[in-house]
Each structure stands twice: as structure tokens, then as C-alpha cells.
Nanobody, 123 residues
Framework: QLQLVESGGGLVQPGGSLRLSCAVS????????IGWFRQAPGKEREGVSC????????NYNDSVKGRFTVSRDNAKNTVYLQMNSLKLEDTAVYYC????????????????WGQGTQVTVSS
């Protein structure tokens, strides 16, 4: 069985930071790309970031470049999303998802999904 579980969400003030974790089980993380997506109420799910197999490359949505950093610890089967300089518009449910090998910006191309963690940026 393949599972992904997000954690680390919460309430933070604008300009603050959070680190999200995506713990995976049931498969070898090394061979999978892990994408981060988010969905705000009334809006479509959008890609945030992705890290390829072995962490060889990373991708970021323009809206988070320079503020978010994705990384992975293969020994711990965990992928992280470090979020700095958070803005009100970053408020959303954040999901991690897995697909084999390489990154994709399309949610429909990912095979396995976590259940999401809420990030709320508010003053």
C-alpha cells in the first residue's frame, strides 16, 4: 500500500514561515517525484513545487519562487516544503502527491495523494 501524509500546516502571520512535511510509505521514495499542490476555496488546484527522483531537479510556481524551497530526505522517506515570507494569498489546503520519476505541473498526472494540510496566513 502506498500512502502519503502531510503535516506541518497551521496559522501563521504574514511574513512568517512554516515547514510542511510529506511522509511516504509503501514505496521507495528514491524513484518518485513528489509534487506540492494547493487549493484555496473557490479556486482550482494549482501546482506549487515539485522535486524529481533522487532530488535531481526542482520546479516552482512563479508565485512562490524565492520564498519556498522543496527538499527531500530519502533515508527518512520524507519530502519537505519550506515556506518563508508567507503572504495572505498563500492560504490554502496543501497536498503532496507522487508520480514515478519526473515532475509534472498537472495534478491529473499524479497517481498518489495525501489528504492535505491547512495553511492559513492571517494577521
Amino acid at each position: 500500500q502506498l500512502q502519503l501524509v502531510e503535516s506541518g500546516g497551521g496559522l501563521v502571520q504574514p511574513g512568517g514561515s512554516l515547514r510542511l512535511s510529506c511522509a511516504v510509505s509503501g514505496f521507495t521514495l528514491n524513484y518518485y517525484a513528489i509534487g506540492w499542490f494547493r487549493q484555496a476555496p473557490g479556486k482550482e488546484r494549482e501546482g506549487v513545487s515539485c522535486i524529481s527522483r533522487y532530488g535531481g531537479s526542482t520546479n516552482y510556481n512563479d508565485s512562490v519562487k524565492g520564498r519556498f524551497t522543496v527538499s527531500r530526505d530519502n533515508a527518512k522517506n520524507t519530502v519537505y516544503l519550506q515556506m518563508n515570507s508567507l503572504k495572505l494569498e498563500d492560504t490554502a489546503v496543501y497536498y503532496c502527491a507522487a508520480r514515478y520519476s519526473y515532475c509534472s505541473g498537472y495534478a491529473g498526472s499524479y497517481d498518489y495523494w495525501g489528504q492535505g494540510t491547512q495553511v492559513t496566513v492571517s494577521s
